[in-house]
């Protein structure tokens, strides 16, 4: 039985199949279902878990080395908002494009999760090193 880290075996199995290039996406509650590719579904409640609780989770084991988000995230939230995803992302270089350029990358991600984050366009892309 795990006592540490990532609990989740879903998400734990995901990560291990993550290789050099690689995507993943955390995604907010209302982000499109993919059916092409793997998605593991932790929403539970408004806001639990968020986007930036998970990949702070993932982040000591997974070696993020690029980051995508939608460019709309910029013009809906809020400077403060920003401002925290930008520490959540310090070190990673972070890439703002348009959301229906963003959802192009989509598909080539090992897989999603799914968070119950309701910040607008607070999906991320990370692609492993």
Same mark, same amino acid.
Request: hydrophobic residues 45%.
């Given at each position: 039985?795990?006592?540490?880290?990532?609990?989740?075996?879903?998400?734990l199995?995901?990560?291990?199949?993550?290789?050099?290039?690689?995507?993943?996406?955390?995604?907010?509650?209302?982000?499109?279902?993919?059916?092409?590719?793997?998605?593991?579904?932790?929403?539970? /409640? &408004?806001?639990?878990?968020? *986007?930036?609780?998970?990949?702070?989770? %993932? !982040?000591?084991?997974?070696? #993020?080395?690029?980051a995508?988000?939608?460019?709309?995230?910029?013009?809906?939230?809020?400077?403060?908002?920003?401002?925290?995803?930008?520490r959540?992302?310090?070190?990673?270089?972070?890439?703002?494009?348009?959301? /229906? &350029?963003?959802?192009?990358? *989509?598909?080539?991600?090992?897989?999603? %999760? !799914?968070?119950?984050?309701? #910040?607008?366009?607070?999906?991320?892309?990370?692609?492993?090193?």
């Amino acid at each position: 039985m795990l006592n540490t880290g990532i609990l989740n075996p879903y998400i734990l199995s995901l990560l291990a199949r993550v290789r050099h290039t690689n995507a993943l996406v955390i995604a907010d509650r209302g982000f499109p279902f993919w059916p092409q590719i793997e998605t593991v579904d932790i929403s539970l /409640v &408004d806001d639990v878990p968020t *986007v930036l609780e998970v990949l702070a989770a %993932i !982040r000591s084991n997974f070696n #993020v080395t690029q980051a995508y988000m939608a460019r709309e995230f910029k013009q809906n939230n809020t400077v403060a908002t920003q401002a925290k995803f930008a520490r959540a992302f310090t070190g990673v270089p972070l890439e703002f494009e348009p959301h /229906v &350029d963003f959802k192009k990358r *989509v598909p080539h991600a090992i897989g999603l %999760i !799914r968070t119950g984050d309701t #910040v607008q366009y607070a999906n991320t892309i990370l692609i492993s090193g």
